[in-house]
C-alpha cells in the first residue's frame, strides 16, 4: 500500500521564499510516500508580462527543486510540483518530479497552455511521461491538459498507475473531468489544485481548490474544501490500476479500435 | 433554436410490438425535433445465446423502423434508436437515425461491444458517423462507446453539434462520464438509458436509468430520475456548439497536439 496525497497551497504572487516554505510546511503535516503540489506552487498564477514569467523562473538546479529535493530525502516522499522553468532564454510551464532518494527523476513540461500563458510560457515539449517514482509508475499532467482526454490516455497507454494534476483551476469543470480521467483509464489520480485568489492591480483570478485523490472506480478517496490551505493523503494499492480487465470479456485499453477513430492523430 | 430530448422507457424482455408502441407512447407525450431511444429500446438487452439475439434482430426495413419513420414523419421529429439490426447472417447492437421527414438517414453500429454482447453481436464496421438531422450534426454512440473518449471526440472532429448517446446502462459510472465528454468536446449530449431490470431464469440486470440533456458548459437540462419511464425534452441552440473557443486564445479542437499523443492511434 502507497500514501498518495496532495498539498492544496494559497501563494502570495511573487513571494517565492515564502510561498515553498509555507507549502513545505503544509506537506510536512502529512506523511506520505508521493505529494502533488499545484501549477506554479512557488510564483502564484497571474504573471503581467513574458519579462515577469522569466524573472520568477528557475532551472532544475534553482532553489525551489533543491528545497524540494531535500524535503525528499529527509521524509522519503516522492514529489511532483508545478513551477516556471527557465531553459536558456525560454520559459516552460512545467513540473518537477523527485523520487524519494531526492533525486530528480525528470521534468513534465506543459503540453497544452491555457489562455495568457501563450504569451508568457513555451508550449511543453516533452511529450506526457511516466516516470517510476516510490515504487509507482506516475504520469504528468498540468491544469489545462485535462480538457484533453488524449492527455491522460497516452498516459495509461505508457502505463501510468497513478496521475498527477498539478492545477492553478479558474474553471469550475476539472473535478467532474478527473472522475472521468480515473475511471475510463482505470487509474488513480491525484488532483493537487490552489486556493485563494491572485490579484494584479485591477486584475483578478480566483481558483478552485477541491484537490482530490480518486481510484480507478471513480471513488473520491480525500477531497479539499473550495477554500484554505490543506494537505492529505489517501492509502492506495497502485497494483489496482494494472487491473485493465472490468470483466472477463472487456479489457478498457485493448478494447480500443484506433483504425476507427479518424482524425484523432 | 431545437427542441430535444429522449425516451426512456422499461421494455418487457422480447416484447418488441409491445415496447414499440410504448416507447412511442412516451415519445407521443413531448413535442421534439430530435428524440433519442435507448440501446436495444425495443427487444431487451439479456440475451440468453446467439441464435436469440438472431431472431429478435430486424432489417433496417423492419417492423420497428418502420413504426419509428411513421413517428418521425407524422410528428416531424427526427429520432436515433438502438435496436439489433439483422444484416444476412449477421447481427449488430445498432442506432438507426431518422430525419423529421420519416425518411432513414443511416445507421452506426456499436464499435466497443460490452461483456457478452460480443458473444452475440458482430464489432461495429460503420464508424462514428455524424447525420444531419433536424437541421442539427447529430453524432451517435451506443452505451459502452462512453467509455472511450475517442468516441465522442472522433464525433467532435467530425463536426457533431449534439451527441446521441443510446444506452443500457449497468454501471454508474456512464452519466458523470458524459459531463466531461459534453464539456472537453463541447457539444451537447443527450443520454438515452433504459430503467428498471431484465430478469432471465436465474439472471438478473438492474439498469441506471438517469437519462439526461447536457450542454456545452457541462450544465444539466434535463434528468430522468432511475427509476420509470419518461420523455424529456430540453430547449437548444445546437450553434452553441460551433463555439470551441473558450477564450480569445484557446479553441479546445485546434488547441490538440496530436503529435504528443504517442501510441493513442
Known sequence: ???????????????????????????????????????????????????????????????????????????????????????????YNSAVVIDVDGSVKGVYRKTHLFYEEKLFFEPGDTGFKVFEVAGMRVGVMIC?????PESARTLALKGAQVIAHPSNLVLPHAPTADL??????????????????DVRGERRLDFEGKSMVVDPDMNVLVKAPREGEHAMVAEIDPKVADVK????????LKDRRPHLYEGLC
Open 180 to 197: 472521468a480521467r480515473a475511471v475510463e483509464n482505470r487509474v488513480f489520480l491525484i488532483l493537487a489544485d490552489r486556493s485563494g485568489a
Open 245 to 252: 480487465n472490468i470483466n472477463p470479456l472487456n479489457h478498457i
Open 1 to 91: 500500500m502507497k500514501r498518495v496525497g496532495f498539498v492544496q497551497n494559497n501563494p502570495v504572487f511573487g513571494e517565492v521564499e515564502r510561498n515553498v516554505n509555507r507549502a513545505l510546511e503544509l506537506a510536512s503535516t502529512v506523511e506520505a510516500d508521493l505529494l502533488v503540489f499545484p501549477e506554479l506552487f512557488n510564483t502564484g498564477y497571474l504573471f503581467l508580462s513574458k519579462e515577469e514569467a522569466y524573472k520568477l523562473s528557475e532551472t532544475l538546479e534553482g532553489p525551489t527543486v533543491r528545497k524540494l529535493q531535500r524535503f525528499s530525502e529527509e521524509t522519503s516522499t516522492a514529489v511532483v510540483a508545478g513551477f516556471a522553468e527557465r531553459v536558456g532564454e525560454k520559459v
Open 144 to 148: 489545462y491538459d485535462w480538457r484533453f
